[in-house]
């Protein structure tokens, strides 16, 4: 069979319905660089350890990110993280054509957090340089199945093949005070600067082999390449108050966090092999390059905790409240995908247990909620999201090393959900090719999501 007869029989198959499945993850740009989520890393050596149940107890240098008012009865000067091992993964069940899981893992070592304190007159004063969300990603995939055309009983050989590097990153640098009130009430302030960047290139696609002979084949296919690069600088004011006695202690932070600058930048391109150019509306060969400035509105986050002693012991609790957001969703011209969003009302708690292991040493244990702070919602067109609820636990422990206090700990998140790549049918509708099947579920597929988190930190 000529190649010129096999387009033929291309155009009267459904092999072009079933191109690639693949060439969804090309626009689904992020979905492990977790944009989902608000408690995404959590910070300092108590914090860790108590699943980020902190705001009430503010007993390290990490108050400056949780409720800088802990500052003002903060001893320490200097603390670091200095390396934190993280890993994630995400698992996309029955995307490929065959019905096969997509795996993607991400391994990353995370600066962590540094932080330092100073004390002038009644106010004493903190810098803090933080990480608050970190990602990088290589992951590479390729399947191969046999099939057959129901169209025509054409036996068919099927490789699909998906490539995605991201580097997604949070850098967080904040400037704080306290000043005690009275002996048991503190307040705090403190200005962050942030600085997001999210880069990546993906590429995917599919090849599909006719057999002709014994000894050989005719290969079409498509192909489907990405890269997004999208920076913002946030502003995060915040005020906090911190009461606190020999057993019971209060604590409340307000944060109001304000997008300043945005830059985004999109290039796409979509190469269809056994295409016929001449059809009406229909486009092979597609390059679409965009730009953006539009600002995401962000949720204003309310902070509560409460700790309470009971001799060696000690209990906390948290609860993050992040209420949402109605600003409309924008979206680009040419790819006509969502790039601003109503985030939901989210509330996450944490509950924390800390116990004294003689002068020296301290045994933290926490679980924690890091609910989806976006749902799936079939009325936008091309929305892009994942709704996965995690759930954590943690644990840590302060020794000495060497006559250094040290602290050793981790923790892990894991959740269901699913995820929608609706904005996949963006190129259907650009290339006038009808790359999917109909889909009466709204593109929703389940996913399941783990992270697995260890760090060492320490003073100095």
Same mark, same amino acid.
């Given at each position: ?11 009267? &198959? ?63 000067g ?16 029955a ?5 096969s899981d997509?795996?993607?893992s ?13 004390q ?15 990602s990088?990603e ?20 099927v ?24 002996t ?47 920076i913002?600088i946030? &502003? ?15 604590? =409340?932070?307000?944060n ?19 295409v ?16 953006? !400035? !539009? ?11 409460v ?31 969502p ?6 009302? %989210? ?38 999201v ?8 943690? =644990? ?19 959740g269901?959900?699913? %995820?929608? %790549?609706a904005?996949?049918r ?24 783990k ?10």
């Amino acid at each position: 069979m000529s190649k010129r007869s096999f387009d033929k029989v291309l155009h009267k &198959t459904s092999i072009i319905k079933k191109l690639s499945m693949s060439l969804l993850f090309v626009v689904a740009s992020s979905a492990i660089a977790d944009e989902y989520h608000h408690n995404n890393l959590l910070i300092g050596k108590n914090a860790v350890g108590m699943g980020g149940a902190f705001t009430g107890v503010a007993d390290d240098l990490s108050a400056i990110h949780y409720n800088p008012a802990g500052l003002a009865s903060i001893k320490d000067g200097n603390m670091a993280s200095i390396n934190t091992f993280a890993w994630e993964e995400t698992v996309f069940e029955a995307v490929y054509g065959d019905g096969s899981d997509f795996t993607r893992s991400a391994f990353s070592v995370v600066p962590g957090f540094f932080g330092f304190k100073k004390q002038f007159r009644d106010w004493h004063y903190g810098l803090a340089f933080v990480v608050n969300d970190f990602s990088q990603e290589r992951s590479s995939d390729v399947i191969e199945y046999n099939t057959i055309d129901i169209a025509t009983g054409i036996p068919l050989n099927v490789k699909e093949f998906i490539n995605i590097d991201i580097d997604n990153s949070a850098y967080q640098l904040y400037f704080a005070g306290a000043k005690q009130l009275t002996t048991e009430f503190s307040i705090g302030l403190s200005l962050g600067i942030e600085y997001r960047t999210f880069q990546t290139d993906q590429s995917s696609g599919t090849q599909i082999s006719l057999p002709i002979s014994a000894s050989d084949s005719i290969n079409t296919g498509a192909q489907a390449t990405a890269r997004f690069n999208d920076i913002n600088i946030v &502003t995060i004011p915040s005020i906090s108050a911190l009461y606190k006695t020999n057993k019971v202690s209060f604590g =409340a932070k307000l944060n109001v966090p304000m997008v300043i600058n945005r830059d985004y930048e999109m290039v796409s391109t979509a190469f269809f092999a056994g295409v016929d150019p001449s059809l009406p509306g229909v486009t092979p060969a597609l390059l679409v390059p965009e730009e953006a !400035c !539009c600002k995401q509105k962000l949720p204003i986050n309310i902070a509560l905790g409460v700790a309470r002693e009971f001799g060696e012991w000690q209990f906390s609790v948290d609860v993050q409240h992040h209420l949402s957001t109605n600003d409309g969703v924008e979206r680009l011209e040419g790819f006509p995908v969502p790039i601003t969003r109503d985030f939901k009302s %989210v509330t996450n708690f944490a509950l924390g247990v800390s116990k004294k292991l003689g002068t020296e040493s301290q045994f933290r244990v926490g679980i924690f909620t890091d609910k989806s702070n976006i749902a799936i919602d079939p009325a936008i067109d091309f929305q892009r999201v994942e709704d996965v609820d995690l759930l954590g636990i943690s =644990a840590s422990i302060d020794t000495n090393l060497f006559d250094i206090p040290v602290t050793f700990g981790g923790y892990a998140k894991f959740g269901s959900g699913q %995820v929608r %790549v609706a904005d996949v049918r963006a190129v259907e509708q650009i290339t006038g090719i009808d790359l999917y099947p109909t889909n009466n579920e709204f593109d929703v597929s389940d996913m399941q999501k783990k992270v697995l988190l260890f760090f060492f930190s320490l003073n100095f």
